[in-house]
T-cell receptor, first 114, second 111 residues
């Protein structure tokens, strides 16, 4: 069975601080995909990244970076020099090969204080 | 280029009633998925439609049904509404092997 755990329910940081959002997943498949989505108050889920299980290279996109470690089944997300606009709920999700759905964690609410 | 469009944005229904939610996928996308997001929770997969057929279904009762039209737009129908059906309903469209694009959702309140 698949499972995604986001143990941090809420995080508050002061603007310009770095913050890391944790994601731990469980799956029996060897081929799967991991995602991060951002959900601002408007409700729309905004796609941030997709990573397949065979690509363990860390990725950086501007202030965002992702650390994928299969050995610990983790796919953590770091925001460097946080900004108020980063305030949102962030979801980690898993999709197994051959499946047509995303399995989401419960989300982490990030508040960046000016 | 318009993204995923959902209507209505908000809706209030009475317990026992029926509701229809609508979704227009992103241009070029042929697959539509529906998710239910209860307050404070992550979205849960309801079902996915491709080529006007339900391709996969999550753990939701038969009260939840859907339809996809030839133009790829989709409807989600919920019968015999329960208070527990109150949630944000999200539609996502995709074109394999690309990722999913989500709409802003329909906020359903059952009273």
């Amino acid at each position: 069975a698949q499972k995604v755990t986001q143990a941090q329910t809420e995080i508050s940081v002061v603007e310009k601080e770095d913050v890391t959002l944790d994601c731990v997943y469980e799956t029996r498949d060897t081929t799967y995909y991991l995602f991060w989505y951002k959900q601002p108050p408007s409700g729309e889920l905004v796609f941030l990244i997709r990573r397949n299980s065979f690509d363990e290279q860390n990725e950086i996109s501007g202030r965002y970076s992702w650390n994928f470690q299969k050995s610990t089944s983790s796919f953590n997300f770091t925001i460097t020099a946080s900004q108020v606009v980063d305030s949102a709920v962030y979801f980690c999700a898993l999709s197994e090969a051959g499946a047509n759905n995303l399995f989401f964690g419960t989300g982490t609410r990030l508040t960046v204080i000016p | 280029d318009a993204g995923v469009t959902q209507s209505p944005t908000h809706l209030i229904k009475t317990r026992g009633q029926q509701v229809t939610l609508r979704c227009s996928p992103k241009s070029g996308h042929d697959t539509v998925s529906w998710y239910q997001q209860a307050l404070g929770q992550g979205p849960q997969f309801i079902f996915q439609y491709y080529e006007e057929e339900e391709r996969q279904r999550g753990n939701f009762p038969d009260r939840f049904s859907g339809h996809q039209f030839p133009n790829y737009s989709s409807e989600l129908n919920v019968n015999a509404l329960l208070l527990g059906d109150s949630a944000l309903y999200l539609c996502a469209s995709s074109l394999a092997p690309q990722g999913y694009t989500f709409g802003s959702g329909t906020r359903l309140t059952v009273v």
